[in-house]
């Protein structure tokens, strides 16, 4: 499956900013989705995840409260919305497709199987 995100760009401190992932497949309800994220010389590390059916999620602690994930299978579709953003949340962020199905959700990005190509966050102070 190919995974197109967008919706990344540069805000201010406490702005918004909504990502959304397309994936090419109409199977795109059997994946479980994530939302990862690498700042400038860090490892890359999870940000959120939902489950097939979008009833089921999990954020990270750093941005609980602040993010959402949500899903539309209907149109092949993931969102991260995020809102009060901070600087430390600058960071290329991608989305990822799980074939795994032994779980509801998956944190660690050996778990995930597909790859977007990344949209750049940039938040100022």
């Known amino acids: 499956v190919q995974l197109q995100a967008s919706g990344g760009g540069s805000v201010q401190a406490g702005g918004t900013l909504r990502l959304s992932c397309t994936a090419s497949r109409r199977t795109f309800g059997t994946y479980v989705m994530g939302w990862f994220r690498q700042a400038p010389g860090k490892e890359r590390e999870f940000v959120a995840a939902?489950?097939?059916?979008?009833?089921?999620?999990y954020h990270a602690d750093s941005v609980k409260g602040r993010f959402t994930i949500s899903r539309d299978n209907a149109k092949n579709t993931q969102n991260l919305q995020m809102n009060s953003l901070k600087p430390e949340d600058t960071a290329v962020y991608y989305c990822?497709?799980?074939?795994?199905?032994?779980?509801?959700?998956?944190?660690?990005?050996?778990?995930?199987?597909?790859w977007g190509q990344g949209t750049l966050v940039t938040v100022s102070s």
């Open positions: 990822a497709a799980s074939r795994r199905d032994d779980r509801n959700y998956y944190t660690r990005d050996y778990e995930y199987d597909y």
């Open positions: 939902i489950s097939r059916t979008g009833r089921i999620t």
